[in-house]
C-alpha cells in the first residue's frame, strides 16, 4: 500500500514527497526526487510536515508515537493500530499535542459509499433497517500480522457507523481459519447499531471471487453499493398494486424502479489525500480522526472476543461513540 500512497503525494497539488523510509526497499521503488531512509528517526530528521504511516499494523504504534513525539502531522493506514490499548494511545498522543492524525479508512472515499452517506443524510431510504456487507477474495500473502478481522472487517465497521450515524451496540460472530495461519481467515458476524438497525458482515480470503459490496435496506427500499466499481443502486418499494395474486403473496414487498446512479468516479486514495492534505493546511476537510478509528478497533476486538467465547458482546457506548452523526 505504501507504493500507492507515494505514487499518488508525488504528484499531489500543494504536496512535495520528501522521503520514504524502508528497511527493505530498492532506490529504483521510490519517485524520482524523494530521499530513501531506512528508519522513521532518519524520515524525521529529513524535516518533513505530515507522514503516511504504510507499515504491518504491529508497528503503526512504535512509529505514530515517534512521529507524535516529533510533532509531524500523520496519516496511518488502517486498523489504526494493532490492539485497542495501542489505538488509544497513539490518539493521546496526537491529540494531546493539537497535531492532526486520521486513519486511512479509504472506503469513505469511495465514490459510491460517499454517495450512499449523502442519500441517507437526505432521508432518501427512510429509517434504516438493515446493512449487509460482503468483503471477500483470495488470500493476500502481503497481509501476515493479523486476520481477516482487523485487515478487512475493519473496512466495513468504519463504513457502516459512517454512511448510519451509528455505533454498534452488540455483535456475535463466528470465524474460521483454513490457510494454517494463526490468525483467522473468514468471519461472519451479525450486530446491532445503536439506532435499532441489524448489520450482517460476511468476510473471507478463501473465495476465488472478489466482492465489495454494502447493502442498506430501509423503509423505501434499498440501495447496493460496489465500491469495486464505485457504482451506487436504488432498488425503491413499488406504489402499484401487483394484480397477480400469486407473485403478490410470494414477492411481501413489491417491486418498484431501480436506479443505478450517475456518480463522479474520483480514485479515492487522490480524495482521502486531498482531504488530509487540505486538514493539514488548516481548511475544512472531512478526515477518520483517530477517536474513530479507535472506536473501528474496539469493535474488531469484540469480533474476536465473541468468536473465542461463542456468546454475544454488548459492547460499551461510550468506546464506540466516535462515529460522526449524519448531518456532520
Known amino acids: 500500500m505504501g507504493r500507492n500512497h507515494a505514487r499518488v503525494l508525488n504528484s499531489l497539488d500543494g504536496v512535495v514527497l520528501a522521503a520514504v523510509a524502508d528497511p527493505v526497499a530498492d532506490a529504483s521503488a521510490v519517485p524520482s526526487g524523494?530521499?530513501?531512509?531506512?528508519?522513521?528517526?532518519?524520515?524525521?530528521?529529513?524535516?518533513?510536515d505530515?507522514?503516511?504511516?504504510?507499515?504491518?499494523?504491529?508497528?503503526?504504534?512504535?512509529?505514530?508515537?515517534?512521529?507524535?513525539?516529533a510533532g509531524i502531522h500523520a496519516l496511518i493506514e488502517k486498523p489504526l493500530a494493532h490492539t485497542a490499548e495501542a489505538a488509544s494511545l497513539l490518539a493521546e498522543a496526537f491529540g494531546s499535542r493539537g497535531l492532526v492524525a486520521g486513519v486511512g479508512h479509504i472506503e469513505r472515499y469511495n465514490p459510491a459509499i460517499m454517495s450512499l452517506r449523502e442519500r441517507l443524510e437526505a432521508g432518501e431510504l427512510g429509517e434504516v433497517l438493515q446493512v449487509v456487507t460482503r468483503r471477500q477474495g483470495p488470500f493476500p500473502h502481503r497481509i501476515a500480522d493479523v486476520g481477516v478481522v482487523k485487515d478487512l472487517a475493519t473496512h466495513d465497521i468504519d463504513l457502516t457507523s459512517w454512511v448510519t450515524g451509528q455505533s454498534y451496540r452488540s455483535i456475535t460472530a463466528n470465524t474460521v481459519s483454513r490457510s494454517g495461519r494463526e490468525h483467522e481467515d473468514m468471519l461472519s458476524a451479525v450486530g446491532r447499531l445503536s439506532g435499532g438497525a441489524i448489520v450482517n458482515h460476511s468476510v473471507n480470503?478463501?473465495?476465488?471471487?472478489?466482492?465489495?459490496?454494502?447493502?442498506?435496506?430501509?423503509?423505501?427500499?434499498?440501495?447496493?453499493?460496489?465500491?469495486?466499481?464505485?457504482d451506487l443502486t436504488f432498488y425503491a418499494n413499488g406504489v402499484q398494486d401487483n394484480e397477480w395474486e400469486a407473485l403478490r403473496a410470494f414477492r411481501g414487498v413489491s417491486e418498484g424502479d431501480m436506479i443505478r446512479y450517475a456518480i463522479r468516479k474520483r480514485e479515492p486514495l487522490l480524495v482521502e489525500?486531498?482531504?488530509?492534505?487540505?486538514?493539514?493546511?488548516?481548511?475544512?476537510?472531512?478526515i477518520v480522526d483517530l477517536r474513530q478509528g479507535l472506536a473501528t478497533v474496539v469493535v474488531s476486538e469484540q469480533m474476536l472476543r465473541?468468536?473465542?467465547?461463542?456468546?454475544?458482546?454488548?459492547?460499551?457506548?461510550?468506546a464506540t461513540?466516535?462515529?460522526?452523526a449524519n448531518g456532520r
Open 273 to 286: 489525500h486531498e482531504q488530509f492534505r487540505d486538514a493539514v493546511l488548516g481548511k475544512g476537510a472531512d
Open 306 to 318: 465473541s468468536a473465542a467465547t461463542g456468546r454475544t458482546v454488548d459492547l460499551d457506548p461510550a
Open 50 to 69: 505530515y507522514a503516511v504511516v504504510a507499515c504491518p499494523t504491529a508497528y503503526h504504534e512504535p512509529v505514530g508515537l515517534a512521529l507524535a513525539e
Open 34 to 48: 524523494a530521499a530513501l531512509v531506512a528508519t522513521v528517526e532518519e524520515l524525521i530528521a529529513v524535516g518533513v
Open 321 to 324: 461513540a466516535d462515529v460522526p
Open 205 to 230: 480470503w478463501l473465495s476465488p471471487l472478489k466482492e465489495r459490496t454494502a447493502v442498506v435496506t430501509g423503509d423505501r427500499g434499498c440501495f447496493i453499493a460496489d465500491t469495486l466499481t464505485g
